[in-house]
């Protein structure tokens, strides 16, 4: 079964800093994964995601992430972070098995510090 | 375009009584999602839809839930005899699903959730 680690609870940084959001994954096969973001009352947005080809994947908001194979890693980054990037995100991943269910990370909270 | 549609927002029930749940997802997608969101479980997959037909009930966690979709559209999560530990935020979402064959028929979106509180 497919299976996310976000290791850290809350990722603090100073606005204008350099943010990066961590994701390990566990699947059976080639992955494919995204990110997630759910701001306060509200439902899941996405963000990007890695299905094939290049392995530095931009998407909405400024945000990229890399897939890294060898380390089965997904991190979330951000050159600069804003005060309004203060949210909840999660990584989620998919097998190739046909199996269409997205198993998701705990989910990392994001302050972005004036 | 119309996003992924929930009703209703908030659901609050005393415990024993059935819930419906009801969701709208976009339009022309064919596959549809359940999830649940809980503080002490985070997100949970409970049951996918592909059309009307539901391939993947697996994460249904007791015989007291169970969904339907109908005409491959608007799809209706039912809780029987409803337990204080099912109180979660319960999502949906869909996908342009397996028919689709391009690489957006990857991408599921939420809809912003049906709270529930089992008094």
């Known amino acids: 079964a497919q299976s996310v680690a976000q290791p850290e609870d809350q990722v603090n940084v100073a606005e204008g800093n350099p943010l990066t959001v961590k994701c390990t994954y566990s699947v059976s096969g080639n992955p494919y994964l995204f990110w997630y973001v759910q701001y306060p009352n509200r439902g899941l947005q996405f963000l990007l995601k890695y299905i094939t080809g290049d392995n530095l994947v931009k998407g909405s908001y400024g945000f990229e992430a890399e897939f890294n194979k060898s380390q089965t890693s997904f991190h979330l980054k951000k050159p600069s972070a804003l005060v309004s990037d203060s949210a909840l995100y999660f990584c989620a991943v998919r097998d190739t098995t046909g199996n269409n269910r997205l198993a998701f990370g705990k989910g990392n909270q994001v302050v972005v510090i004036p | 375009g119309a996003g992924v549609s929930q009703s209703p927002s908030n659901k609050v029930t005393e415990k024993g009584k059935d819930v419906e749940l009801r969701c709208d997802p976009i339009s022309g997608h064919t596959a549809l999602y359940w999830y649940r969101q809980s503080l002490g479980q985070g997100l949970e997959f409970l049951i996918y839809f592909q059309g009307n037909s539901a391939p993947d009930k697996s994460g249904l966690p007791s015989d007291r839930f169970s969904a339907e979709r109908t005409g491959g559209s608007v799809s209706t999560l039912t809780i029987q005899r409803t337990q204080q530990e099912d109180s979660a935020v319960y999502l949906c979402?869909?996908?342009?699903?397996?028919?689709?064959?391009?690489?957006?028929?990857?991408?599921?979106?939420f809809g912003p959730g049906t709270r529930l509180t089992v008094t």
């Open positions: 979402a869909s996908s342009l699903g397996a028919t689709s064959g391009g690489l957006d028929s990857y991408e599921q979106y």
